[in-house]
């Protein structure tokens, strides 16, 4: 509590103030408004003092007493008469004097015991502008030197929700900065879980608690992603897999080709019950089947097929092999004639359904060569041949 002076709160209707402090002179008194010095003020007793008009609402009023100090209240000389009013007044005026040194340091801006200046919750005025990096900054400075214009209208447009979320949330956000790193060089002291993107390689790593890894070579369980959401390959998006809900899908939109690579016994293409659907194997066989069963399959002269084969039309550029039971038929591509095996048959339906077998066939065929020949006997003459009914 201060031994030299008494704050008020001004209400805008109190013109008289307690004086609850001693004093020696009235000259002594003085009274102050939020710091601006009154005159004109009163005693209307000892221990009161009467401003002519009331201080406004929320002003400090200050009654403070200022000890004359130009000067000792007493001055004694040799042989004169020691009074007690002579040493009390000279007492008085130290003791006075000594009472607003303490209130003056107590008032004052001190070193506090943990070496840090305390203002007592009290605004520092009269500071001049900083000069070195770690002077005090003031109001003035900051607002009108340090920030330009157009930095205090983004500070005044901030949203406050915004800014107060922010700050709830700073923990988070300081977690998140010691846990996530982007730099070209490996971070110093990580722990396990820390991400780090590498800029000089362009590639996201992870701290498994002893190095840093690729993201791809720490996958262990399953990628998951959404219906539409896609893995995408190639700087240019080259490759896409994905599924949209119905169908799933492998989108080659690169420049090159789509390969499939097998060392191992080759590609398989199975159902989700295991039936085989097609299988490649290298250096041999691509093999499609039909309910699991084997049809078709390439082979080094051509193709096998395994049951009918139905088609609405067909060419065969080569000799042609016709299995039978027993006997075969060959179409013979160089001498452009179909061979019959011995016993073969052949069935032609006029009407009436005629049975040749090839020695019907060979004895056919000599018929047909002597008349051949005869023919070509009679034209070769100045007689004609005439076959019919009609000369």
């Not at 989108?251 to 080709?257: A, E, K, R, S």
Request: glycine fraction near 6%; proline fraction near 3%; aromatic fraction near 10%.
């Amino acid at each position: 509590m201060p031994n030299s002076y008494k704050d008020y709160t001004g209400n805008g209707s109190t013109t008289t103030f307690s004086i609850t402090f001693d004093y020696q002179k009235q000259s002594e008194i003085s009274v102050t408004v939020d710091g601006v010095a009154q005159s004109g003020f009163t005693f209307p007793s000892s221990t009161q003092v009467q401003l002519s008009s009331a201080p406004a609402a929320s002003t400090q009023v200050r009654i403070k007493r200022t000890t004359d100090l130009t000067s000792r209240e007493v001055d004694f000389t040799s042989g004169s008469v020691l009074t007690e009013e002579d040493l009390d007044n000279s007492n008085i005026q130290v003791f006075h004097a000594v009472q607003e040194a303490v209130d003056t340091t107590s008032d004052s801006i001190a070193l506090d015991d943990d070496d840090k200046f305390d203002a007592k919750s009290k605004i520092v005025k009269n500071v001049a502008n900083p000069t070195s990096a770690q002077d005090a900054v003031t109001k003035d400075y900051l607002e009108n030197t340090w920030l330009t214009t157009s930095d205090k209208a983004q500070l005044n447009s901030l949203n406050l929700t915004n800014l107060n979320t922010v700050a709830t949330n700073i923990v988070d956000v300081n977690s998140f900065a010691n846990t996530y790193f982007i730099s070209g060089s490996t971070p110093s002291s990580p722990t396990a879980g820390d991400i780090w993107y590498d800029t000089s390689t362009n590639t996201v790593k992870i701290y498994n608690g002893s190095s840093f890894l690729p993201l791809g070579q720490l996958i262990g369980g399953s990628l998951k992603l959404a219906d539409n959401e896609q893995a995408i390959f190639g700087a240019s998006e080259d490759l896409k897999i994905y599924h949209d809900g119905n169908h799933s899908f492998i989108l080659d939109q690169g420049t090159g080709y789509l390969y499939l690579f097998s060392d191992g016994p080759g590609v398989g293409i199975m159902s989700s019950t295991s039936e085989t659907m097609a299988l490649f194997t290298p250096n041999g066989a691509a093999t499609l089947y039909y309910d699991n069963s084997a049809k078709i399959a390439t082979t080094a002269a051509g193709i096998d097929v395994t049951g009918t084969v139905t088609d609405a039309g067909a060419t065969h550029d080569g000799d042609v092999t016709f299995t039978g039971a027993n006997y075969n038929a060959v179409w013979d591509k160089s001498e452009d004639r179909l061979v019959f095996a011995d016993n073969a048959k052949v069935d032609l339906a006029l009407g009436t359904t005629y049975r040749f077998t090839t020695m019907a066939i060979t004895v056919i065929s000599e018929i047909l060569d002597k008349a051949t020949y005869l023919f070509r006997r009679l034209t070769t003459t100045t007689c004609n041949l005439l076959m019919g009914t009609t000369p």
